[in-house]
């Protein structure tokens, strides 16, 4: 059983940078396809960013050039680098999990896909 947490959350201000972390626990780490999403008030769970397992990255349309998602398979981390954060940024931000023994990830975006989720970390982003 996987277990996920996030940190890195908080508040700041239009312009500035934050990076989420996201801390696994249990299972094999190595095998993990990770993903990012985000729950802004009243407004569905969105996809933001993954990473396969073998290291490639994918991105919504909103993160390209200013998001960026990487791992650390001896720390069993993925961080979500995020630059340039606009007001429409703020939501909470959930890590997710799928345990793979294939090399590709096949629907980055899909929620329905992912086994273990995070409890989310709160980024507000102020003008």
């Known amino acids: 059983q996987v277990q996920l947490a996030e940190s890195g959350g908080g508040l700041v201000r239009a312009g500035e940078s934050l990076r989420l972390s996201c801390a696994a626990s249990?299972?094999?780490?190595?095998?993990?396809?990770v993903g990012w999403f985000r729950q802004a008030p009243g407004k569905e769970r969105e996809f933001v960013s993954a990473?396969?397992?073998?290291?490639?990255?994918y991105y919504a349309e909103f993160a390209k050039g200013r998001f960026t998602i990487s791992r650390d398979n001896g720390k069993k981390m993925v961080y979500l680098q995020m630059e340039s954060l606009k007001r429409e940024d703020t939501a909470v931000y959930f890590c997710?999990?799928?345990?793979?023994?294939?090399?590709?990830?096949?629907?980055?975006?899909?929620?329905?896909?992912?086994?273990?989720w995070g409890q989310g970390t709160q980024v507000t982003v102020s003008s």
């Open positions: 997710a999990g799928v345990s793979t023994i294939i090399t590709g990830f096949i629907r980055p975006a899909s929620m329905n896909d992912y086994n273990y």
């Open positions: 249990g299972g094999t780490f190595s095998r993990l396809n």
């Open positions: 990473i396969s397992r073998t290291s490639n990255a």
